[in-house]
C-alpha cells in the first residue's frame, strides 16, 4: 500500500472518530435539551394551565425577587411554578441523574448488566431504615429530623450493600444469582417495612404506602440542599474514580495485575452508592429501574464508552423522572406515583433484556 | 449376592442410606410432636393435655366445653394442618425448583407466583371482580389468586415453543413478571379506600389464620398428589442437577423434564399461595438447611425438605401466635428468621458446592 493512500485512510479514520464522537456529544445534548423541555412543561401542565412560555417569566421574576398581593391570579402562578411545581422537577432531575449513575456504576463494578440499586435491594434497605425512622419515630442514630431519617436509611441501605460485597467476594456468582439474591433481600425488608406499617393506623398506612411506592408529591425545596450536596459530591467521586471501572471492567484478576485493589476499591464504591441511594430514597420513596432503563437505553443507542455513557445515563435517567411525572400527574387523572410507572416501564425492560441475550447469564461461571 | 471384596462398601453405603433415613424420621417425629403442640398455643389459653383431650373427645363423640371446642377444634386444628401441607409444599417446591434450575436460589415463590397471586386477590378485594365469574368474596380471592399466580409458568411455557430457555433465564422471566404485577398490584391498592387497602395489605403478608376445615382439603389433596408424584421424579430429577449434558447422556430429556416438573410445582405453589397469601423463604431456606445434613440426592431431599418444611413453617406459625403484642403474621416471621438463615446459607455456598 503506498503512502498516500495511507494518509487518506487515516484522514478517513479521523473523520470517522470525529463524526463518532460527534453523535454522541449530540445525543448528550439532546438529552439534556430534552430534560429542559419536559421540565418547563410539567411546570406549564397541571390543573392549573399555564402557557409555555409564560413559565420562564414566572420564574426570572421569581428570582429577580418580584412579589405579587397574595391571592392575585399571578401570585398563584408563582406561587405554583415556584413552590410546588419546580421543586418536584428539582428533585426528579437529581433523582433521576442519581439513580442512574447508580445503576451504570453497579452494573460495571459487579460486571452485571441487571444490576441496579433496586434490583438488588439497596433501595428497599433505605426505604425500610427511613420508614423506621418516619412511622416509629426510632433512629439508629442519634442525628434529629431529615438528616435522622436519611442515615437511617444510609444504615438500612448498608446492609445489603455488605451483602452484596461478600456475595461478590465469596462466590464467583452469575448474575443471575446476584439478582436472586437482591430480590430475597428486598423481600426481607419489605416484609420489616410492611410489618412497621401494619402496626400503623389504617389513615397512616395510605400514607406511608403512597411514599413507599416512590413518588414526587411530598417535594419541598427545604429537602433539596442536603441530597443535591450528596448526589453532587457522589457523582464528582464516581466520574473522578470512573477509569478505575474501566479498568475493572477487564476482569478481577487482570485489575489486581494493573495495581488495583480491587476489593477496596468494591467496597468503597459501593459504600458510595448506597450513601447516594439514601439520599435520594429517603425524601421520593423507592424509584426503581431507573438505573436498568436509562443506562441500557443509552447503551443501545451511543454505546458504551464510559467517557460517554455516564453523562448520557444521567442525562436520560433525569428525562425520564421528569417525563414519567409528568405522566404521573396529568395523564392519569388523580395522580399515581412515579414509581408506579417506571416498574411498568422497568418489568418488561428487563424481560427484553433477559431475551435479547444469545448466550444466557446463566450456567454459574467457573 | 455381594462378592466379599464390596461388602464393606455395600455396608457403608448401607449405613448411609440408614442415616438419611433415620434424620428423615427424626423431622417427621418432631414435626408431628410441634404440630400437636402449636394446636395447645395461641392466646386463648388451654393447656396441651387438655386441648389433647378436647380433640380425642371430640372425635369419640363425648361432649365438650364449647368453647374449648371451637378454639380447639375450628381454629386451631385447620390452622395446624394447613402449616403442614403449605410447609411441606412450599418447601418441596424450593428443593425441586433447586436441583432442576440447578440454582441454590432458585424458588418458585420468587418465580412471580407469590405476585400473581396477591395481585388476584387485590383485583378481587379492591374491584371486586372474580375472574371466575359467579363467585363472591373468599371464594373469588382464592380463584383469582391461583389464576393470576399460573401466569408465570404459562408465559414461559409459551416462551419455550419459540426459542429455547435455559433454566436461569425461566428464573429471570418469572422474576420480570413478578415486577410487573408488583406494578399492577400497586396501582390497584392506590385506587382503595384504607379499609381495602388494610385487607390487601394485610393478605399480600401471608398468613395461616384464614385456615378452615374446607379449604385445607384442595390444599391437601393437591399438595399431597403433586409432591408423590414429584417424589417419584426424583431419580430424573438427580440427572437434571448433573447438567443439561449429562442429562442427554442419560437419556433424559433436560427441557422437557424441565418443564413439566416446573408446571407441577407451579400447581402446588400456587394453590397453597392462593389459600395462605405468599409465605416467603420456606422454598429457598428449608431445602438449603436439609442439604447441609443429608445431601443433595432427591430421593432423601424431597422428603426431607417437606417434613422440615411443616416443622419450620409450624414453629414459625406457633411464634406468631404467641407474640400477639404486635400483629405478626407468619409471613413476617418467615422473613424476620429466614432471611438471616438465607444470608448464612448465601455466605457459605461456595464455589464447589454447586456446579
Redesign the interface.
Known amino acids: 500500500m503506498s503512502a498516500p493512500d495511507t494518509e487518506s485512510g487515516a484522514m478517513q479514520i479521523k473523520t470517522d472518530y470525529r463524526r463518532y464522537i460527534f453523535r454522541k456529544i449530540a445525543f448528550i445534548t439532546a438529552c439534556v435539551v430534552v430534560v429542559v423541555i419536559l421540565s418547563v412543561l410539567s411546570c406549564a401542565a397541571g390543573d392549573r394551565e399555564i402557557p409555555f412560555w409564560h413559565v420562564f417569566e414566572i420564574i426570572w421574576n421569581n428570582i429577580n425577587g418580584i412579589t405579587y398581593e397574595i391571592g392575585t391570579n399571578a401570585w398563584w402562578d408563582d406561587y405554583i411554578v415556584c413552590s410546588i411545581r419546580l421543586p418536584r422537577i428539582v428533585i426528579g432531575i437529581i433523582a433521576g441523574a442519581s439513580l442512574a449513575l447508580g445503576g451504570i456504576t453497579m452494573q460495571s463494578l459487579l460486571k452485571n448488566p ?1 444490576a441496579d440499586p433496586y434490583i438488588t435491594g439497596i433501595s428497599s434497605g433505605a426505604c425500610f431504615g427511613a420508614v423506621a425512622a418516619i412511622v416509629m419515630g426510632m433512629t439508629f442514630s442519634a442525628i434529629a429530623s431529615d438528616a435522622g431519617i436519611m442515615a437511617n436509611a444510609f444504615i438500612g441501605s448498608l446492609v445489603p450493600a455488605l ?1 452484596i460485597i ?2 461478590s467476594r ?3 456468582s ?1 448474575p ?2 446476584m ?3 437482591g ?3 428486598s ?2 425488608f419489605n ?2 417495612t ?2 412497621i ?3 400503623a393506623d ?2 397512616k ?2 400514607t406511608a ?2 411514599w413507599q ?1 416512590g413518588t414526587l408529591e411530598n417535594a419541598v425545596w427545604d429537602q433539596i440542599p442536603l441530597m443535591l450536596v450528596i448526589t453532587v459530591a457522589g457523582m464528582v467521586l464516581l466520574l473522578l474514580v470512573s477509569s478505575r471501572l474501566n479498568v475493572l471492567s477487564l476482569g478481577d484478576d487482570n485489575a489486581t495485575s494493573l495495581g488495583l485493589n480491587v476489593t477496596r476499591f468494591r467496597t468503597f464504591s459501593l459504600i458510595l452508592l448506597s450513601v447516594m441511594t439514601a439520599a435520594i430514597i429517603s425524601y421520593t420513596g423507592i424509584i ?2 431507573v438505573g436498568l432503563i436509562a443506562p441500557h437505553m443509552v447503551r443501545m443507542i451511543i454505546g458504551s464508552d464510559n467517557r460517554y455513557l455516564i453523562p448520557a445515563s444521567m442525562a436520560f435517567g433525569a428525562a425520564l423522572i421528569v417525563g414519567t411525572d409528568i405522566i404521573a400527574r396529568i395523564i392519569v387523572s388523580g395522580g ?2 412515579v ?2 410507572i417506571l ?2 416501564l ?3 425492560m ?2 427484553y433484556l ?2 435479547r ?1 444469545k448466550k ?5 461461571q ?1 | 449376592m455381594i462378592s466379599p471384596k464390596y461388602a464393606s462398601l455395600h455396608r457403608a453405603y448401607e449405613t448411609m442410606i440408614s442415616k438419611k433415613v433415620l434424620f428423615i424420621v427424626f423431622c417427621v417425629t418432631i414435626a408431628i410432636l410441634m404440630m400437636v403442640l402449636s394446636v395447645s398455643i395461641g392466646s386463648y389459653k388451654i393447656s396441651f393435655i387438655d386441648s389433647f383431650k378436647v380433640i380425642i373427645d371430640h372425635m369419640l363423640g363425648n361432649p365438650v366445653d364449647r368453647q374449648d371446642l371451637h378454639v380447639i377444634w375450628n381454629l386451631r386444628m385447620p390452622r395446624a394442618i394447613m402449616a403442614v401441607f403449605a410447609g411441606a409444599g412450599l418447601a418441596t417446591g424450593g428443593a425441586v425448583m433447586q436441583s432442576m434450575m ?2 441454590p ?3 418458585p415463590y ?1 418465580m412471580g407466583i407469590s405476585s400473581g397471586a396477591s395481585l388476584g386477590a387485590t383485583i378481587s378485594i379492591i374491584l371486586g371482580i372474580s375472574l371466575i365469574p359467579g363467585f363472591t368474596g373468599d371464594l373469588s380471592i382464592i380463584l383469582n389468586a391461583f389464576l393470576l399466580s399460573m401466569i408465570p409458568v404459562a408465559v414461559i411455557v409459551l ?1 419455550t415453543k419459540h426459542r429455547s ?5 425461566m ?3 418469572g ?6 404485577f ?3 398490584t ?2 390497584l ?2 385506587l382503595a379506600n ?2 381495602q ?2 385487607e390487601a ?2 393478605w ?2 401471608g398468613t395461616l389464620g384464614r385456615a378452615t376445615w374446607e379449604n385445607i382439603i384442595p390444599v391437601a389433596v393437591l399438595t399431597s398428589i403433586c409432591m408423590v408424584l414429584l417424589f417419584r421424579f426424583s431419580n430424573s430429577l438427580n440427572i437434571l442437577a448433573m447438567g443439561d449434558r449429562n442429562a442427554v447422556s442419560s437419556g433424559v430429556d433436560p427441557k422437557r423434564k424441565r418443564m413439566y416438573y416446573l408446571i407441577i410445582v407451579s400447581l402446588m405453589t400456587a394453590t397453597i399461595v392462593s389459600f395462605t397469601g405468599p409465605i ?2 420456606v422454598g ?1 431456606v428449608c431445602p438449603n438447611i436439609v442439604r447441609q445434613f443429608i445431601g443433595s440426592d432427591n430421593r432423601f431431599l424431597i422428603p426431607c425438605s417437606a417434613a422440615f418444611g411443616s416443622l419450620f413453617l409450624i414453629c414459625a406459625d406457633s411464634v406468631s401466635k404467641t407474640v400477639s403484642v ?3 403474621p407468619v ?2 416471621v ?3 428468621v ?2 438471616p438463615l ?2 448464612s446459607i ?2 457459605r ?3 464447589n458446592s ?2
Open positions: 441487571l451483602m461478600l456475595i465469596r462466590v464467583r452469575s443471575a444469582t439478582v436472586l439474591a430480590t430475597a433481600i423481600y426481607f416484609a420489616l410492611t410489618l406499617m401494619v402496626s389504617e389513615n398506612l395510605a404506602y403512597r411506592i426503581g429501574f399515581i406515583p414509581g408506579v416498574s411498568f422497568g418489568g418488561p428487563l424481560l433477559i431475551l441475550q444466557s447469564y446463566g450456567e454459574v467457573s | 440447578r440454582n436460589l432458585a424458588d420468587i416462551f430457555l435455559s433454566p436461569i433465564m428464573i429471570l422471566i422474576l420480570s413478571i413478578m415486577f410487573i408488583g406494578a399492577t400497586t396501582l391498592k392506590l384504607p379499609g387497602l388494610a395489605y394485610m399480600g403478608i416467603g423463604f429457598l404486635v400483629n405478626m409471613g413476617v418467615m422473613a424476620l429466614g432471611g438465607f444470608v448465601l455466605l455456598m461456595n464455589k454447586w456446579a
